[in-house]
């Protein structure tokens, strides 16, 4: 009896350890099944390219106000304000979406984190270029992984991923990229309708005067 006794409480802590496994894998598998899966069509539909449209318009608006006069700076801020606003019509449902957001709040840290600093001329000074072992890594790589390290590069957040999300990922990615030049283009053309019709409108109030 007494073995009994003694054999019962080690049982129970052993199916209740089992049971917790069970249900942290549950919880696992029900987090990936109700994650939302990415779909590339959604970006070739005209309500999402609206959506984006109008918030680039807004986006745009802002740079034009804030933005310097010089042309490399204004030409990167609207670049910049372009994949924002990209990532934020896509909701964080993807990487290289929340890797984009991510990114700006770790540059705007950095900008006020080097106004802080303030730099001596004792400081400053010259380094000699190191050359990287990751580099030099790659290049003894089979062709294929070297392939795939660039995707992984050129996609944002997918750098350490693996093949099957590189490619879910860049498949998303460049979807979104051809909304983005779709709705682009279509301003261009809309600002040089607009512009063309104020120039027409000018030169007939001109020639009536």
Not at 8 to 15: G, I, K, S, V, Y
Not at 122 to 137: C, G, H, I, M, T
Not at 169 to 179: G, K, N, P, S, V
Request: glycine share 4%; net charge positive; proline share 5%.
């Amino acid at each position: 009896m007494a073995s009994t006794l003694i054999s019962n409480p080690m049982t129970t802590t052993d199916r209740s350890r089992e049971s917790s496994k069970r249900r942290k894998k549950k919880k696992a598998l029900t987090t990936t099944t109700t994650e939302p899966q990415q779909n590339p069509n959604l970006w070739k539909s005209e309500a999402q390219q609206q959506v984006y449209s109008s918030r680039l318009l807004t986006a745009l608006r802002q740079v034009r106000l804030g933005s310097p006069p010089s042309a490399p700076r204004r030409g990167r801020a609207v670049r910049e304000a372009a994949d924002r606003v990209l990532a934020v019509t896509a909701k964080g449902r993807t990487r290289w979406s929340r890797a984009i957001l991510t990114n700006r709040l770790k540059v705007k840290f950095l900008k006020g984190k080097r106004q802080r600093v303030r730099v001596t001329g004792n400081s400053r000074l010259e380094k000699k270029p190191k050359v990287s072992v990751l580099r030099l890594k790659a290049k003894n790589l089979p062709a294929v992984q070297r392939k795939v390290k660039v995707l992984g590069r050129l996609v944002p957040g997918c750098r350490k991923e693996a093949l099957p999300v590189i490619l879910e990922e860049a498949t998303d990615y460049i979807a979104a990229l051809e909304m983005q030049v779709k709705a682009m283009s279509a301003l261009v053309e809309l600002a040089e309708l607009l512009s063309g019709a104020g120039s027409s409108s000018g030169s007939a109030e001109s020639q009536q005067r």
